[in-house]
């Protein structure tokens, strides 16, 4: 595949961009999403970096789960919103206090710290190394110089995981 279909212009940008038109997932992004979380949680199949995350629901109260990729940095595990601020699991991250469960093969209490934007953009580059599916929803290519990711950095929220 040509490397200009690879990057976030490409066709496969443009092609997850349309699952999330409007920083929603659309009908058939929520049930790949349903799909990949039961995937990620047995750990069948899935890539080792892949985890379900279940918090619960800031209206329903009832656990919501998502599938997201852990991102490894200087000895920590980070989740990254690739879709920014207004997705449903941040907004129900921040109203449960952070507390969350991830699961993969067994349920892992968390709570979720939100990392300062002045700390966001190493993780955010390694973020892009690490998940391929978010290259289409970022501004800025996984190779650019970390100045463009700390431009990026106050609209995309970084987690730092840690025991619950």
């Known amino acids: 595949m040509p490397e ?6 490409g066709l496969l940008g443009r092609v997850d961009r ?16 349903r799909l990949s979380a039961i995937q990620a949680s047995t750990g069948v199949l899935a890539p080792k970096r892949m985890v379900t ?10 656990p919501i789960s998502f599938p997201l990729v852990v991102v490894d940095y200087l000895g920590d595990r980070y989740l ?15 109203a449960a206090d952070g507390h969350a469960v991830l699961l993969r093969r067994g349920r892992e209490p968390v709570r979720l710290e939100e990392v300062e934007p ?7 580059r390694r973020y892009l190394a690490l998940a391929p599916g978010a290259r289409g929803h970022l501004t800025v290519d996984r190779d650019a110089p970390l100045e463009d990711f700390e431009k990026i950095a106050p609209d995309i929220p970084v987690f730092r995981i840690t025991r619950d």
């Not at 279940?54 to 109260?61: D, H, I, L, P, Y």
């Open 80 to 94: 990254v919103s690739m879709l920014g601020a207004n997705t449903n699991w941040v907004r129900n991250v921040r």
């Open 118 to 124: 002045s700390r966001r953009a190493p993780i955010l």
């Open 18 to 33: 349309w699952f999330y038109r409007g920083g929603r997932p659309n009908r058939l992004a929520r049930a790949l999403n």
């Open 4 to 9: 200009d279909v690879i990057h976030h212009g």
């Open 53 to 62: 995350l279940e918090v619960r629901g800031r209206q329903t109260g009832r």
